[in-house]
């Protein structure tokens, strides 16, 4: 240090012995306050992480409905609507699942593209582990369920060995009243 101007001990090596007893080395302590808060609020992210991820459900869907149309009148004076479904299987073994609606009375199902399925009243899909399954979902009831332009309707998603569920909240659109 003498060599550039600088005083003596400005950059120095400490004796291990010093530093694990906490013991100041020149005048600087090496456990201080803000180490033990640092230290702390370190730990309690990392347990939070790790409370997450273990409660995390290893069941989710995801429901986007169709913009436009916002809904179809069919021939038969039933009401559709169209959505987007996802299935989200984040465990490690297949999985054979059943989706129904609730609050919307004499609803019908139809799976786009899916000719074992067709139009019930409980499709049920067989999901591999770990992978999105996604597919396109038309929602049919009669007209007069619809007490207004939009009714709250609830997509559930059941496992059938282990009745794991899931659900997502959505709405069904009609004509105004």
Same mark, same amino acid.
């Given at each position: 240090?003498?060599?550039?101007?600088?005083?003596?001990g400005?950059?120095?090596?400490?004796?291990?012995?010093?530093?694990?007893?906490?013991?100041?080395?020149?005048?600087i302590?090496?456990?201080?306050p &803000?180490?033990?808060?640092?230290? /702390?609020?370190?730990? %309690?992210?990392? =347990?939070?992480?790790?409370?997450? *991820? +273990?409660?995390?459900?290893?069941?989710?869907?995801?429901?986007?409905?169709?913009?436009?149309?916002?809904?179809?009148?069919?021939?038969?004076? &039933?009401?559709?609507?169209?959505? /987007?479904?996802?299935? %989200?299987?984040? =465990?490690?073994?297949?999985?054979? *699942? +059943?989706?129904?609606?609730?609050g919307?009375?004499?609803?019908?199902?139809?799976?786009?593209?899916?000719?074992?399925?067709?139009?019930?009243?409980?499709?049920?899909?067989?999901?591999?582990?770990?992978?999105?399954?996604s597919?396109?979902?038309?929602?049919?009831?009669?007209?007069?369920?619809?007490?207004?332009?939009?009714?709250?309707?609830?997509f559930?998603?059941?496992?059938?060995?282990t009745?794991?569920?899931?659900?997502?909240?959505?709405?069904?659109?009609?004509?105004e009243?």
């Open positions: 240090m003498a060599k550039v101007g600088r005083p003596r400005l950059i120095d090596y400490a004796p291990v012995a010093a530093e694990e007893s906490g013991a100041t080395v020149h005048g302590r090496m456990v201080r &803000r180490t033990i808060i640092y230290f /702390t609020l370190w730990c %309690l992210v990392g =347990a939070i992480m790790v409370y997450n *991820l +273990i409660s995390r459900s290893d069941l989710d869907i995801n429901v986007l409905r169709d913009r436009n149309p916002l809904y179809v009148a069919l021939s038969d004076g &039933r009401i559709r609507n169209g959505y /987007t479904f996802k299935i %989200l299987n984040k =465990a490690s073994d297949q999985r054979t *699942l +059943i989706l129904s609606i609730e919307l009375p004499g609803a019908r199902l139809k799976v786009v593209g899916s000719e074992d399925v067709g139009e019930s009243t409980t499709p049920y899909f067989t999901v591999k582990s770990d992978r999105v399954h597919f396109r979902l038309f929602v049919s009831a009669p007209a007069e369920v619809l007490p207004d332009q939009s009714l709250d309707i609830r559930v998603l059941s496992e059938i060995n009745n794991i569920k899931a659900h997502y909240d959505s709405k069904f659109r009609g004509p009243k």
